[in-house]
């Protein structure tokens, strides 16, 4: 399977042996494919289902409505089409990615006016949903405790101490953004190269999918090159890590090429909504890459907040040009 399915039930529940267990076939996942699925994660499917009920009303408003929150990539709020192009990241030229998002994550400021501006930005919540907020806020908590108990996991994986990454998240940078992939009845026939989302990797450490099944979905490149269907289980979390996470193991575990397809004319009318967090580090915090046994690449050392940023930057309609050939935006 592209996508290999684990049981975290004997990592909460079970004996020593069925961590060990959970453990390495975490590791075994993160090594070949780069993604898993996640069951026995104790979120309820309740708030899941909430979360994104409340999002379609939102998504449902006039273009006039959802404009009073519009913002670009990293800001707080409605990122409306046309915004984003995250092929961009991997040097691809591409049409705009076919979706609207709506974007919150940390909030809580650590006193430093140039980092709060964009890494603690206050939530922006729409007056027009107001049971969103609560409801967001809530899931946003879920997903910070499950993303720092998955990197506990990570950590027994590679027979570190269980705070090995936790100590780097003690106050983290993390973005959640609610996708909204409307249908091609809306949105007319893609242009060619054009995708819900273009080919791209991660940026950050790992991330928390909740997803639906669809013609237009979730597709994972192997690692022969292949482009191969994701699986679906509506019980699981679809899980990888990002490049900061492949740079911090020295390339023991993959950030994975993937992709959401365009609309397909079979399904003219199917739509879907993705639940995404995106987990990172403190945003000051230095990774180093592991040494070899454990890592096979030792790369520079960089300041999350500086690295991500500039991966931000590159996905960005219109920033893009702008990119010297250092990496950085003028």
Same mark, same amino acid.
Request: glycine share 8%.
């Given at each position: ?65 959802? &404009? ?34 709506? $974007? ?12 709060? &501006? ?66 091609? $009845? ?145």
């Amino acid at each position: 399977m592209p996508v290999p399915l684990i049981d975290l039930s004997p990592w909460f529940h079970g004996t020593g042996r069925d961590r060990d267990q959970v453990a390495s076939a975490v590791d075994t996942a993160l090594r070949d494919s780069g993604f898993l699925m996640v069951t026995g994660h104790g979120v309820p499917d309740e708030l899941r289902d909430r979360t994104r009920a409340l999002a379609r009303r939102f998504f449902a408003l006039p273009e006039a409505t959802k &404009a009073a929150y519009a913002v670009t990539v990293g800001g707080r709020g409605w990122l409306p089409p046309g915004v984003e192009a995250n092929a961009y990241a991997e040097g691809t030229e591409s049409p705009p990615d076919l979706k609207e998002s709506y $974007s919150v994550g940390a909030d809580d400021a650590v006193g430093d006016p140039e980092v709060d &501006a964009f890494w603690f930005q206050p939530n922006v919540w729409p007056d027009e949903v107001p049971e969103l907020a609560a409801t967001a806020r809530e899931y946003l908590s879920r997903m910070r405790t499950l993303s720092d108990q998955l990197l506990t996991v990570f950590a027994a994986a590679l027979g570190l101490p269980a705070e090995f990454f936790t100590r780097h998240t003690g106050h983290p940078t993390y973005t959640f953004n609610i996708n909204w992939y409307p249908p091609m $009845s809306r949105v007319g026939t893609p242009e060619a190269g054009q995708f819900r989302i273009g080919p791209h990797t991660d940026f950050g450490t790992v991330t928390v999918l909740d997803r639906q099944a669809g013609v237009g979905g979730l597709q994972v490149c192997t690692s022969d090159g292949r482009w191969e269907d994701a699986p679906f289980d509506p019980t699981a979390f679809t899980v990888n890590i990002g490049d900061l996470m492949a740079r911090w193991t020295g390339d023991r575990w993959r950030s994975t090429r993937h992709r959401v397809l365009p609309p397909d004319p079979s399904a003219p009318d199917e739509d879907l909504v993705s639940l995404i967090f995106f987990y990172e580090t403190d945003h000051d915090a230095r990774i180093n890459s592991l040494a070899p046994p454990l890592g096979s690449t030792r790369y520079p050392e960089v300041v999350a907040s500086e690295y991500l940023r500039g991966k931000l930057d590159e996905i960005t309609v219109g920033q893009h040009d702008r990119i010297g050939p250092d990496g950085v935006v003028p």
